[in-house]
């Protein structure tokens, strides 16, 4: 089972390029589509005020006929061994320090790899990490969203297609490369 934790702009569209493979998707996401999300995530208008997982999980069943497991709570402490459990590959699309911190310990504790993506508010920066080489960071500004409109839209579908790609590349031969994007380059850091 592949588990990813935050299905927003960037998690959605890892889930929608890791929909094919064979060891299943669990999505975990506690918060609602909003209308401010429609146009960077991979949710749609027949979602809004839906949660985010079960949405996501609707939707892959009716374009594609794929089942994902749904968790539709917040990442705590308290439950983290319960909604984690059974995780070949963590995948944390999170946006706040406390999620990162959560699973970073979890995934070490457990000895499960994990792969943190981030997109910047702005849209001019993301990173694909591996978690040996990952230190949590928070947020930018509490609570600033990078997802508000569609502007950034193809940034956000390059970085989270380059995490599919290493997860998929991790998943067939063990290797993993730490990335950083720009909207005109990339940079392997391992």
């Not at 299943?24 to 909003?34: A, H, K, P, Q």
């Not at 993301?126 to 193809?154: K, S, Y």
């Amino acid at each position: 089972m592949i588990t990813i934790i935050g299905v927003g702009a960037l998690g959605s569209h890892v889930a929608l390029a890791l929909r094919n493979l064979k060891q299943g998707l669990r999505v975990i996401d506690f918060d609602n589509v909003e209308q401010k999300n429609v146009l960077a995530q991979f949710h749609t208008k027949m979602s809004l005020r839906r949660n985010k997982a079960h949405a996501l999980s609707q939707t892959f069943q009716g374009l594609f006929g794929v089942k994902v497991d749904v968790v539709p709570h917040k990442l705590t402490n308290d439950n983290k061994n319960e909604v984690l459990k059974g995780s070949e590959l963590l995948i944390d699309c999170t946006d706040n320090i406390t999620a990162r911190e959560i699973i970073k310990c979890w995934a070490k504790d457990n000895q499960i790899p994990c792969l943190h993506g981030a997109l910047s508010a702005d849209g001019t920066f993301a990173r694909i990490i591996w978690d040996e080489v990952f230190v949590a960071d928070a947020e930018g500004n509490e609570g600033e969203a990078t997802c508000i409109d569609g502007e950034h839209l193809p940034f956000f579908m390059l970085a989270a297609s380059t995490m599919a790609i290493e997860a998929e590349r991790f998943l067939k031969s063990g290797k993993k490369h730490s990335i950083q994007l720009t909207p005109s380059g990339t940079i392997r850091l391992i």
